[in-house]
């Protein structure tokens, strides 16, 4: 028996892109080849471009394929920082628990003098008094997720890049949406975002390829450069021969899931309420979000146990669980979501991530709670 709860960090392949991976394999083309083979080649990637852009509701604007959500963040933070040669404004907003691929890069962009202001989110919550507050100087860009990757949590993007762009219209807004695309709904358009980081492994896709969505505005206003340069693929937005199996494969996951987008939430949403309940029956703290959450994603906080110890007792037993985020993990520090949520480094060091897909059941989360109960007996005894 394995019971796969691990979805955030990253998911199983669909059948659909299973199927378009295998077709785009018999296509050895390279898409800028101006023969058939290429040609064929460059439809495959276009048709998942247009699917992909379709699923975002975006009705104006580029996608632009990349290796990784990772990547597209680099691109999108990097690229429009190295656009402007001569700054008006050089605040940045962010979040204090956003994913490693924002925060270093903002890092990096700190030591460029930027200046990078994180604005809390203790309890799953955004403080939009520290936001609005944060408006006294001219704003460069913004940089939020749209759901934390720990906890789930919502963090009302939509909301936050509206005030800054009522206030500096020019400001730059860059979601990272990896963990809500075809999770929640959502259009850049209706959340204001510029810029829309997405990543094909968390939506049934192969790793290794991601994309960014870029408004039309941006592009106009020549407000982005690449990031990597070379031989102008991606209307020279990123370099480099596309990926087109894995593109292929993306755009054949999105255009299986898209349709049931409202269904899976619905389902996601009993499924995290009935798993919640379970939990929350066990001698366990769960870590959920005062605000709004997205319901694939549950947080939890053991008594006195290492989450690594649990994972791996629950490993055995066939059931995938995180220990935080699988970034966190290699790092060995206390998750910067789950300390920015409220809780200590012991109790971040003692916290599980459980995280849905429609492919799990309520079977699974009966079989976690069994296997969870009996893990904190059994270790709990072994500490005593
Ligand atoms: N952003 C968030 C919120 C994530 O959870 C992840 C991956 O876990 C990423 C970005 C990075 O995506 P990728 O693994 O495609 O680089």
Redesign the pocket.
């Known amino acids: 028996m394995k019971i796969y709860l691990d979805n955030?960090?990253?998911t199983p392949l669909s059948d659909a892109a299973k199927a378009k991976l295998t077709e785009a394999a018999e296509c050895y083309g390279n898409p800028s080849s101006l023969h058939e083979a290429g040609l064929a080649a460059e439809k495959l990637v276009s048709e998942a471009r247009k699917t992909i852009l379709s699923a975002l509701g975006a009705r104006q604007g580029e996608l632009v394929f990349t290796s990784?959500?990772?990547?597209?963040?680099s691109l999108a933070l990097f690229g429009t920082a190295f656009a402007k040669e001569r700054r008006d404004a050089n605040r940045i907003l962010t979040t204090d628990s956003?994913?490693p691929?924002?925060e270093n890069a903002l890092q990096r962009l700190e030591k460029y003098g930027f200046e990078v202001i994180r604005i809390p989110t203790r309890a799953g919550v955004l403080d939009m008094q520290r936001l609005e507050a944060s408006l006294d100087k001219k704003i460069f860009s913004a940089s939020f997720?749209m759901?934390?990757?720990e906890t789930g949590a919502l963090y009302g993007v939509g909301e936050a890049f509206k005030k800054i762009k009522k206030k500096y219209p020019a400001a730059i807004t860059h979601c990272?949406a990896?963990?809500g695309f075809l999770k929640v709904p959502f259009t850049p358009e209706r959340i204001s975002a510029d810029l829309v980081?997405l990543?094909?492994?968390?939506v049934h896709a192969p790793?290794g390829v991601?994309a960014l969505y870029i408004s039309k505005e941006l592009i106009k206003t020549k407000s982005i450069v690449p990031f990597l340069v070379g031989g102008g693929q991606e209307k020279g937005m990123r370099s480099g021969t596309e990926n087109v199996i894995g593109i292929s494969a993306f755009g054949g996951a999105v255009a299986d899931i898209y349709p049931r987008l409202k269904e899976n939430f619905e389902k996601m949403t009993i499924l995290g309420k009935y798993a919640e309940d379970k939990l929350a029956r066990l001698d366990v703290r769960l870590n959920l979000p005062i605000g709004e959450k997205a319901p694939h994603i549950i947080n939890l906080t053991l008594p006195s146990i290492k989450s690594e110890t649990m994972l791996h007792y629950l490993s055995q037993k066939g059931i995938y669980v995180s220990s935080g985020?699988?970034?966190s993990s290699h790092s060995g520090k206390a998750s910067s979501s789950l300390l920015a949520f409220g809780l200590d480094a012991h109790s971040a060091d003692c916290s599980l991530r459980i995280s849905l897909s429609e492919y799990n059941t309520e079977s699974d989360i009966d079989a976690l709670a069994e296997a969870l109960g009996e893990g904190i007996d059994t270790l709990v005894r072994i500490k005593r």
Not at 68 to 73: S, Y
Not at 199 to 202: L, R
């Open positions: 955030s960090a990253t990784c959500g990772t990547e597209a963040t956003e994913h691929s924002v997720m759901v934390n990757n990272d990896v963990q980081t990543s094909g492994h968390k790793k991601g985020s699988a970034c």
